[in-house]
Every structure is written in structure tokens, then in C-alpha cells.
């Protein structure tokens, strides 16, 4: 790799990342005061919301917000919501997704159908496993010590009005170094290969496959993956169907909770197998969906 181009990389990706910043901060202080203030009375509907959990948890979790996937995945530990409560809220959970978008010149318009997808595939989801599995849920054990935090270590339980303030910052700073790092790897990428459409023909752009290789990406519980994501697409390098069937394998920090907070590990592994065949499912209809129509 030649000086040139890293440079280049470097320069373009530090120019895109200064002008999205003041959106991010923006987006994030609007979250942080919604989700100060509505957070707990969102968290204690869904925990006694019974038949309609699904449908309440997937349109809590596609607010974009860093820690209602964490809440769901504790509420379940506890024996408070379903499996399919708690994969409609991983399946519809937006994590970075729609304020990244949202900072992007001429992405914003693909909010609205992200966040209609996610809701339906994840309220669709989650009745469909909770009528062919059942509505049991784990033994209640609400004294379990399991600790609901999100991103940046960002408390989501007792929380202090600092945070209005300082969680966007901090929350602004960590995702614009995502956006600036992976701004330069697919820049550089994309110079070595020659063009945005060389490096989707090595991630199988144009295939069935892309959504199964998106969504196996998408299960990393960090929320730079949203943002890799929504960088691929945009640049050209996956498509639309890949998009979305990689933000629904991601559901944030959840994952990560389920994984090393429930101690049935079978249960665990169940949870996380069927939210990667959900979301690969997902994308390869979409995948042929627009293939015939398009």
C-alpha cells in the first residue's frame, strides 16, 4: 500500500467524520433526554405487557437507543418477558444504526424503511416463536445479579442528569472514532481493489449469500458493527437485503448479556442460533423479494 493512497483514505475519512459530528451529537442529546426520562416507564410496560410484549418491545427497541436490547435480555434472565419478546426486541433494536444514518448526507432517507422492517420482521418473529415454541419463560428470579449496562459503560438504571450531558459526548466521540476508523479501512479497501463494486464482488455483492456472511458479522455484541454496516452500504459495497439482515443479527450488548449472564447455556445458545436463522431469513427474502420486483 502506497503512501498516496493512505493518505487519501486518511483525508477523506477525517473530512466525512468532522461534518457528521454535530448531527451525531444532536441525535444522541435528543436520545439521552427521551430515553432519561421514558426509559424505566418503557422498561416496566414491557415487563407487564404479557401477550403484547412482542409488539411493545419491538417498538421500544427500534428507538434508537444503547441499552433496551441489555433491559430485554435481563427482564428474560429474570423470567419476565418471553423468547419472543426478546427476539423481537434484538431483532428490531436500531443501536447505532438510525443516528448514524441520520448523519449521513442522503442516507436519512433510508430511516424510515429500516426501522419499518426491523419492527415488522421482529414483531412478526418474535409471535410466530412464541406460538410454535410457547410463552414459557425462565424460573422468575428478580434478585439476580445482573448488571443492565450499555454502551461507554453507560449506567441504564439509576441514572444522574450529568448524563444528559455526558453520556452524548462521551457517546459521540467513541462512535465518530468508529465511523473515522472504518472510514479509513474501507477507503483503502476500496483504492486497492480499484472501485466500491470490486470490493462488493469480494463480499459477494449480488448474492444469496451476502445476507448469511452479514448476519454472522452482525452477531459481534459491539456496536461498531452498526455503524461498519451502514458504511459498507452507503459506500456501495453490501446491499440493501445485507444491510438489514446484519442489523438484525445485531442486537447490541444483549447478545453479550444472554451469553454470560444466563446460566442455561443450551438456552443461550438456542436464543442466538434462531436470531442468526430470523436474520438470514429475513435478508434472503428480502434478497429475492427485490431481485423479482427490481
Same mark, same amino acid.
Given at each position: 500500500?502506497?503512501?498516496?493512497?493512505?493518505?487519501?483514505?486518511?483525508?477523506?475519512?477525517?473530512?466525512?467524520?468532522?461534518?457528521?459530528?454535530?448531527?451525531?451529537? +444532536?441525535?444522541?442529546? =435528543? @436520545?439521552? *433526554?427521551?430515553?432519561? %426520562?421514558? !426509559? $424505566?416507564?418503557?422498561?416496566?410496560?414491557?415487563?407487564?405487557?404479557?401477550?403484547?410484549?412482542?409488539?411493545?418491545?419491538?417498538?421500544?427497541?427500534?428507538?434508537?437507543?444503547?441499552?433496551?436490547?441489555?433491559?430485554?435480555?435481563?427482564?428474560?434472565?429474570?423470567?419476565?418477558?418471553?423468547?419472543?419478546?426478546?427476539?423481537?426486541?434484538?431483532?428490531?433494536?436500531?443501536?447505532?444504526?438510525?443516528?448514524?444514518?441520520?448523519?449521513?448526507?442522503?442516507?436519512?432517507?433510508?430511516?424510515?424503511?429500516?426501522? +419499518?422492517?426491523?419492527? =415488522? @420482521?421482529? *414483531?412478526?418473529?418474535? %409471535?410466530? !416463536? $412464541?406460538?410454535?415454541?410457547?410463552?414459557?419463560?425462565?424460573?422468575?428470579?428478580?434478585?439476580?445479579?445482573?448488571?443492565?449496562?450499555?454502551?461507554?459503560?453507560?449506567?441504564?438504571?439509576?441514572?444522574?442528569?450529568?448524563?444528559?450531558?455526558?453520556?452524548?459526548?462521551?457517546?459521540?466521540?467513541?462512535?465518530?472514532?468508529?465511523?473515522?476508523?472504518?472510514?479509513?479501512?474501507?477507503?483503502?479497501?476500496?483504492?486497492?481493489?480499484?472501485?466500491?463494486e470490486a470490493l462488493g464482488g469480494l463480499l459477494m455483492s449480488g448474492s444469496p449469500m451476502q445476507p448469511l456472511m452479514a448476519a454472522l458479522f452482525g452477531l459481534i455484541p459491539n456496536c461498531a458493527i452498526s455503524v461498519a454496516l451502514i458504511m459498507l452500504y452507503a459506500k456501495g459495497s453490501i446491499a440493501f437485503c445485507s444491510l438489514i439482515?446484519?442489523?438484525?443479527?445485531?442486537?447490541?450488548?444483549?447478545?453479550?448479556?444472554?451469553?454470560?449472564?444466563?446460566?442455561?447455556?443450551?438456552?443461550?445458545?438456542?436464543?442466538?442460533?434462531?436470531?442468526?436463522?430470523?436474520?438470514?431469513?429475513?435478508?434472503?427474502?428480502?434478497?429475492?423479494?427485490?431481485?423479482?420486483?427490481?
Amino acid at each position: 500500500m502506497s503512501g498516496v493512497i493512505l493518505f487519501e483514505s486518511l483525508k477523506d475519512a477525517f473530512w466525512d467524520t468532522l461534518f457528521i459530528i454535530p448531527v451525531l451529537f +444532536l441525535t444522541f442529546l =435528543l @436520545i439521552e *433526554v427521551v430515553e432519561f %426520562y421514558f !426509559f $424505566d416507564k418503557v422498561s416496566s410496560y414491557v415487563k407487564r405487557s404479557g401477550a403484547y410484549a412482542p409488539l411493545l418491545g419491538a417498538l421500544a427497541a427500534s428507538f434508537p437507543q444503547c441499552g433496551f436490547s441489555v433491559i430485554a435480555s435481563v427482564l428474560y434472565i429474570r423470567g419476565f418477558i418471553t423468547k419472543g419478546a426478546l427476539l423481537a426486541v434484538y431483532l428490531s433494536t436500531s443501536d447505532e444504526a438510525v443516528p448514524v444514518l441520520l448523519s449521513m448526507p442522503g442516507q436519512a432517507e433510508l430511516v424510515l424503511p429500516v426501522i +419499518l422492517l426491523k419492527i =415488522l @420482521i421482529g *414483531v412478526s418473529a418474535g %409471535y410466530a !416463536f $412464541d406460538f410454535f415454541f410457547g410463552q414459557k419463560t425462565l424460573p422468575q428470579n428478580g434478585g439476580m445479579d445482573v448488571s443492565a449496562r450499555g454502551c461507554c459503560e453507560h449506567a441504564l438504571e439509576g441514572k444522574d442528569k450529568k448524563d444528559l450531558i455526558l453520556h452524548p459526548v462521551v457517546h459521540t466521540f467513541t462512535i465518530s472514532t468508529f465511523i473515522f476508523a472504518i472510514s479509513v479501512l474501507i477507503n483503502i479497501l476500496i483504492s486497492l481493489f480499484g472501485s466500491a463494486e470490486a470490493l462488493g464482488g469480494l463480499l459477494m455483492s449480488g448474492s444469496p449469500m451476502q445476507p448469511l456472511m452479514a448476519a454472522l458479522f452482525g452477531l459481534i455484541p459491539n456496536c461498531a458493527i452498526s455503524v461498519a454496516l451502514i458504511m459498507l452500504y452507503a459506500k456501495g459495497s453490501i446491499a440493501f437485503c445485507s444491510l438489514i439482515s446484519g442489523l438484525c443479527a445485531n442486537s447490541g450488548l444483549g447478545i453479550w448479556v444472554i451469553l454470560t449472564k444466563n446460566k442455561n447455556r443450551k438456552d443461550s445458545l438456542f436464543i442466538v442460533s434462531s436470531l442468526f436463522l430470523i436474520s438470514v431469513f429475513a435478508g434472503m427474502v428480502l434478497y429475492f423479494a427485490l431481485k423479482f420486483t427490481g
